[in-house]
């Protein structure tokens, strides 16, 4: 048997718009990314990291380029990009308070997050001191320490196991 449809218009009272097609997308992605498989919620975390590691290297750049010292604009551009970071996942790809409660959660990734800013610095002063210029020495950080982000956060910051066959 066929179904034929017949929508409204807006004029007969439609009240749908594409606002509620983000919002649809928002909502698919905020209550099911965190019970994805690990590799899955890596994928969604990309661009979460992604945007953070624009976040820091223009950070970065531009504290750089203003004549303050690397040891300086390192940190305070991941800072920044920590920031952007833990917002961003708690909105799109983790459960925030997962298994602790807010300040523990922050303690802990407070702690993922200065160990991260650890490889961060030590990363870009070896890139940087082996010749190469402090765009690249950052980017080279960033990359590499975008794993390491992302392992803290779902198995330690943000651990949530599936539920059941996703």
Known sequence: MSVSYDGRTYAQGKKITWKDGLKAIYCILH??????????????????????????????????????PLEFATPTAFV?????NYLLCIVFVFRHKARWGNLSEIVIYCGIFFTGAALDLLITK?????????????????????????????????????????
Do not use: D, E, H
């Open 126 to 166: 070896l890139v940087f001191n082996a010749g190469n210029s402090p765009a690249v020495a950052k980017i080279t950080a960033t990359a590499l320490v975008l794993m390491f982000n992302f392992l803290g956060r779902r198995y330690v910051v943000f651990p949530l196991a599936g539920k059941g066959q996703w």
């Open 80 to 84: 920044i990009a920590a920031v952007v």
């Open 31 to 68: 209550y099911n990314l965190p019970y994805c498989p690990t590799y899955i919620q890596f994928v969604a975390y990309l661009f979460v990291g992604c945007v953070a590691g624009i976040v820091n290297v223009w950070v970065f750049l531009l504290l750089y380029s203003s004549n303050l």
